[in-house]
């Protein structure tokens, strides 16, 4: 009955996997260069991301269906923080994209319940895409310096994590 949804929850999931992968190597390299907050900031939203996994693993479940640990596209070999901060858009941009069709999709075929999970997952990914433009913008506007002089604070406490605790998953 809900073979559908699970198809979409499994797709969904596959999606999330491929970012925490993703943004995982970016912190990774980004904690290398020296660009400790900004390297925080991706590994947050891999955590987020991991919660998001978990999320619709559950649902999965719940709906009797197998939960399908494939990842969803290759990491990206990026090095350089401005392309890095625009894959991050872009993968976010997909995300709410098909998480919304997704959301319209269960909706059409009476699972309310991976309907509301999908629209709770296009805000947190929305979130997510916020933070990243907003980094970009920084990055834009004042230069690799912006980056080297953040890290002085040392903590990462600083600009690139926008001093604040993650979002909401």
């Not at 970016?26 to 891999?46: E, I, Q, S």
Request: aromatic share 8%; proline share 3%; net charge negative.
């Amino acid at each position: 009955m809900h073979e559908k949804s699970i198809g979409h929850l499994n797709a969904a999931l596959a999606d999330e996997l491929a970012a925490i992968h993703q943004y995982m190597y970016f912190h990774f390299h980004l904690a290398d260069l020296g660009y400790g907050p900004l390297a925080n900031l991706l590994k947050r939203t891999a955590i987020q991301e991991m919660l998001h996994a978990e999320r619709l693993a559950e649902r999965i479940l719940f709906l009797g269906g197998e939960v399908e640990m494939v990842v969803g596209r290759e990491v990206a070999k990026i090095h350089e923080p401005t392309a890095m901060l625009e894959r991050a858009k872009q993968l976010e941009q997909e995300s709410i994209e098909m998480y919304n069709r997704f959301a319209i999709a269960c909706g059409a075929h009476a699972d309310s319940a991976s309907k509301q999970l999908f629209e709770d997952l296009v805000v947190a990914e929305e979130v997510h895409w916020d933070s990243f433009d907003r980094q970009a913008d920084f990055l834009a506007r004042f230069g690799e310096p912006y980056l080297a002089l953040q890290s002085f604070g040392g903590s990462g406490g600083g600009a690139a994590g926008g001093g604040e605790g993650p979002a909401a998953p």
